[in-house]
């Protein structure tokens, strides 16, 4: 097993609470000592108050039955969650969480007690701007325009989860969409702007193009005396897609259609909520062809070519950055190309990028000035990450017009945080409830201005303060280049490589009993591994011997967690949804016959997310991969008896 460890000087070892709670004292220290701060804080705010719980209530009886009842439930409690999934745990290679950052968990715990609710400025003065800074520092990242002083300056915030961070890219794609539309319908003076010429060009401008016409509305509106204004305003407004409603909307320009949504077939559901949610339908999610289950770019340009050839407009095209499932990486760049030579021919459509799992590891790609850092400089220590194909999709982040990326999973966070971020955020007033949604372009310096009543764009309404002191403290001290965040995601990504040699090794060693291969070469930290026993063609059969292989994998409430030696997950590859190269590859290293019609065509993998910094033990010399496949080599002979 190869140890070469990354030169972090250590740094990592001061980030997590660790497998062994090695960082006990740090955590204690720090909790203890913000907790007296923030009594300090309170003690301070008007110390002429005198105290109003009275100094002998703890004597009192009613006083003591509550603390009993508290204790007692709280004892309850604490003892129920120790059956919980061992996230922090090197054993532990199941789903896409791991550890928490010490400095994310300690500020959230600092924050906690102070409430601060991120709807908006009054209830949050302090951690309202901390959010439109964690979405600064994302944007950077992702290679964004991160300068709040320029005019088309990015703009993210947290939300709950990828899901609503989709959600989000869905409703502001067809925000955008609809816009032009409303303009013309209201008949704005032409010596405001200039219109397009039909609904279907207003329909399909580039997201690009639509935001200019909307700045270039509100510099038009910004001149008019404030009468004018509000009346323009309301008129525009009345005819928005948002105001009348899809139904509404669409019977007004029959020339239009409910636009669709094309994303690859391994995209997260997410996408299919969002499209039953904003009432387009899931007819309108189409599944883009792929191969070794990554987008195949050249069909989605055909995919485009067919659509405009039918009149039936675009909403966006999503790229997956390290999908659910088999942490592939699609080609970005080529999408982001695909959409460029689309809205050169009039045929606009949006880019989203869904980085929920690998938004992360673009801090590998970043220099500490912000620069983007070349394959080679990328590639260093590594055997095979990145591919060419790998890097230039990371290159092209920059080039998307929103991305989903969630603090949640690889950026090592408690839930619930996820991350919107879009490329210009002069196309946020489009969301906002208020009627008010121009950004007055009298203020182009006050950025942060804009963002005070947050929930204005959000879908989530109250949101946690805390989750956002915990995002911001984390990228300070871990700033999201590869010196800082990028050493933790050096490690997963060493681990992944390790973990795919030694699966090589392992279905080598099994072979007399079993087939096994990882059915595509990995892309990120995400590796996937397919089992059959030698003798058995039948794909049904196959998936039932690696759930019961899983069955041994997963928490079972019923038995102690120490029963479990590791945890890992499953998936499934729908053989008949598949590029029938890949499938027929898949079959073949298992030895599986092609399932029939009727059959189910589910075949089962087991999945390893690869994110605990200890996976390599190099204080111990211990691989937990090698032990992990020793383990899976004693389940598997012993199931089949040899
Ligand atoms: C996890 C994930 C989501 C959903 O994110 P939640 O935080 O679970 O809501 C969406 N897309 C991808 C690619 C994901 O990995």
Redesign the pocket.
């Known amino acids: 097993m190869d140890f070469r460890a990354p030169d972090d000087h250590g740094m990592v070892d001061a980030c997590f609470l660790g497998p062994y709670g090695e960082n006990d004292s740090l955590l204690e220290k720090l909790v203890l000592e913000f907790l007296r701060d923030h009594v300090y804080w309170r003690r301070n705010f008007h110390p002429e108050d005198p105290p109003a719980i009275p100094t002998a209530a703890a004597q009192r009886p009613g006083y003591l039955q509550l603390e009993a009842r508290m204790r007692r439930e709280l004892h309850q409690l604490s003892a129920a969650l120790k059956q919980s999934v061992p996230f922090h745990s090197p054993r532990y290679l199941g789903h896409?969480v791991s550890d928490l950052l010490l400095p994310g968990l300690a500020a959230q715990i600092l924050t906690l007690p102070y409430n601060p609710n991120n709807v908006s400025e009054d209830a949050a003065p302090v951690t309202v701007d901390l959010e439109v800074q964690v979405g600064l520092q994302l944007a950077r990242m992702l290679g964004y325009r991160h300068d709040p002083k320029l005019p088309d300056c990015a703009f993210g915030h947290l939300t709950s989860?990828?899901?609503s961070a989709?959600l989000q890219a869905l409703r502001l794609a067809l925000a955008l969409k609809g816009f032009a539309v409303a303009l013309r319908a209201a008949h704005v003076p032409a010596e405001a702007l200039e219109l397009p010429e039909d609904d279907w060009q207003a329909f399909n401008l580039s997201p690009a193009d639509a935001i200019a016409l909307l700045a270039q509305w509100n510099e038009w509106l910004a001149q008019q005396p404030g009468n004018e204004r509000r009346k323009w305003r309301g008129r525009v407004q009345a005819q928005r897609l948002e105001q009348r409603g899809l139904h509404g909307f669409l019977a007004a320009h029959p020339q239009l259609r409910v636009p669709m949504v094309l994303a690859p077939a391994t995209a997260?559901y997410?996408w299919s909520k969002g499209l039953k949610l904003l009432g387009l339908g899931r007819d309108r999610l189409q599944a883009v062809p792929q191969h070794g289950m990554r987008m195949d770019a050249a069909a989605l340009v055909e995919m485009l070519h067919a659509c405009e050839r039918a009149g039936q407009p675009v909403l966006m095209a999503v790229g997956?950055l390290?999908?659910?499932e088999y942490g592939g990486i699609d080609p970005i760049d080529l999408v982001c190309d695909a959409r460029d030579e689309a809205a050169r021919r009039g045929f606009g459509t949006c880019v989203h990028v869904?980085a929920?799992?690998g938004g992360y590891l673009a801090a590998l790609f970043r220099n500490p000035d912000g620069s983007m850092r070349t394959r080679a400089e990328v590639a260093e220590g590594f055997e095979h990450f990145p591919s060419e194909r790998v890097h230039a999709a990371f290159a092209a982040l920059g080039r998307a017009d929103s991305v989903?990326v969630?603090p949640?999973?690889l950026g090592y966070l408690p839930y619930g945080a996820?991350a919107f971020v879009c490329r210009d955020h002069r196309a946020m007033p489009l969301l906002s409830e208020s009627a008010d949604y121009v950004f007055h372009s009298e203020s182009p310096g006050d950025y942060l201005a804009h963002y005070r009543n947050l929930g204005q764009y959000t879908l989530e309404g109250s949101k946690p303060g805390a989750a956002a002191a915990a995002a911001y403290v984390t990228h300070k001290v871990l700033p999201l280049d590869h010196t800082g965040f990028g050493q933790l995601q050096r490690h997963s990504l060493l681990a992944a490589e390790a973990f795919h040699a030694r699966a090589r090794k392992f279905a080598a060693d099994i072979a007399d009993v079993a087939n096994a291969c990882v059915p595509f070469e990995p892309d990120s930290n995400l590796v996937c591994l397919a089992i059959n026993p030698r003798d058995n063609t039948r794909l049904a059969d196959a998936s039932d011997f690696v759930r019961r292989l899983h069955d041994e994998l997963r928490c079972n409430p019923k038995q102690p967690l120490q029963t479990r030696e590791f945890f890992g997950s499953v998936t499934s590859l729908h053989v008949a949804a598949m590029d029938p190269v890949d499938a027929q590859d898949v079959l073949k290293c298992l030895g599986l016959a092609r399932p029939d019609e009727e059959d189910d065509d589910a075949l089962v993998l087991l999945r390893h997310t690869l994110m605990n910094p200890y996976l390599l033990d190099r204080e111990n010399g211990i691989s937990y991969i090698d032990r992990y496949f020793e383990y899976l080599e004693g389940q598997v002979r012993a199931r089949l008896g040899t």
């Open positions: 896409m989860g990828g899901t989709n997260h997410s997956v390290g999908t659910t869904d929920a799992w989903t969630d949640h999973k996820g």
